[in-house]
């Protein structure tokens, strides 16, 4: 049997789940089962913004529905494809639904790009699956922890990897929002020793993030005047815009960087850069990781890329394991009950959720 999680594209909590045809697949194709996924803020964030950023696109549905990007495994069930065996365990971009047909380009031992038409005007990272045989991060123990974190982890190793490159912009302080986010933290256990950290979460969380250890200190949104004003970046995670008109009005000129990186706050006017013009302080402009990843494609080559991002991965790994419950589900109505949840943010910051489809 197959079947699709729609949501309304302009009311995302209404939700449906539907029994579709199994799709049929032709030369040149195959058809990947949906295993295993996760859900976080970030796939939120697709929703939220599935129209200006495109994120609606990946995985077509019939208006007013979209179907939301997850991260997580899935399995070849059928191929028609040479060389891509059925049974082959791919890790990438799914929809919330039971099944993807892709047409695999630049097929090798580890993974492929899917072609289909649709997703050709679409940024690259998104449309590579991945074998776990050469994935040097990959360790089937570790396969939740991989789902909830692959993607999270890469943006933040990632803007960690922009700031060091830019020597921080001159700052000895990062200001990060959202602090018991996964992002958010990701981002502070990389820049350890590489610059004095201060976490902004809300009231709720403060416990949670300190008792991660990772930044040099936990404040809260209303706590933001007590920030020192030296030199200082700011990594706008929760994409509050509230929040960050008080970082830039209080720090002014010894804000030299802002990066406007999510909008976990989807619910409190989320706004990427809105009012920009008139804030105190460097001007905030988005950090899209897959940009700083092409830098570093052209820097280290993809080989290299790879084996720096899964040295951080290793070390960051064994850490995170201690800091996440993950909670795991089965079946779609799992996956329903989780993408409400999230929505409405009512999941606590310890919690990981997984699916199994
Ligand atoms: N630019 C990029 O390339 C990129 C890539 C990956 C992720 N991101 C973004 O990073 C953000 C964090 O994603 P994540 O998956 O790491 O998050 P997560 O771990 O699921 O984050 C949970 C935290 O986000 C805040 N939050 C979540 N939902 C909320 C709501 N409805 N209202 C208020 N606060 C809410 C809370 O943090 P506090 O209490 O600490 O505020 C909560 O503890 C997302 O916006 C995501 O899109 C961006």
């Known amino acids: ?32 089962k949906v295993d295993r996924v996760g859900m976080t803020a970030n796939n939120v964030t697709y929703a939220v913004f599935g129209d200006a950023m495109r994120y609606w696109d990946f995985f077509p549905a019939e208006a007013p529905w979209g179907r939301v990007p997850l991260w997580g495994f899935g399995v070849v069930e059928h191929s028609a494809v040479p060389g891509l065996a059925e049974g082959t365990r791919l ?11 892709v047409e695999p380009t630049k097929l090798d031992a580890r993974g492929f790009r899917d072609a289909s038409a649709h997703r050709q005007h679409l940024p690259t990272p998104y449309n590579g699956l991945t074998t776990t045989g050469e994935d040097p991060a990959y360790e089937a123990a570790r396969e939740d922890l991989q789902v909830l974190y692959r993607p ?21 302080t990062a200001v990060i929002s959202s602090a018991s986010s996964k992002t958010a933290y990701g981002a502070a256990f990389l820049l350890q020793g590489r610059t004095r950290t201060v976490g902004l ?73 809105g009012g920009a013009g008139s804030l105190p302080g460097a001007r905030p402009t988005f950090f899209f990781a897959p940009d700083q990843m092409r830098k570093r494609y052209a820097d280290w080559g993809p080989a290299g890329v790879e084996r720096e991002h899964a040295a951080a991965w290793r070390r960051f790994a064994p850490v995170v394991e201690g800091w996440v419950e993950v909670i795991l589900g089965t079946g779609p109505e799992a996956l329903q009950a989780d993408w409400l949840e999230t929505l409405a943010g009512q999941t606590r910051p310890r919690t990981g959720h997984v699916v199994q489809l």
């Open 91 to 101: 890790y990438g971009y799914y929809p919330t639904g039971s099944h993807l047909v």
């Open 1 to 32: 049997m197959a079947w699709d999680l729609l949501v309304d594209r302009a009311d995302l909590a209404r939700t449906e789940l539907v029994e579709v045809p199994t799709p049929r697949i032709g030369a040149g194709q195959a058809l990947l």
């Open 201 to 273: 979460t809300s009231e709720a969380n403060v416990g949670f993030t300190e008792s991660l250890g990772c930044y040099d200190q936990v404040l809260t949104y209303d706590e933001v005047g007590q920030l020192p004003t030296s030199r200082t970046v700011y990594i706008d995670v929760a994409g509050n815009a509230g929040v960050r008109r008080a970082v830039h009005e209080h720090l002014g000129e010894a804000l030299v960087h802002s990066a406007v990186v999510g909008a976990a706050h989807h619910t409190a006017e989320p706004d990427l850069g």
């Open 152 to 172: 999270l982890f890469l943006t933040s190793f990632m803007l960690a990897d922009f700031l060091t490159d830019n020597d921080l912009f001159g700052a000895g």
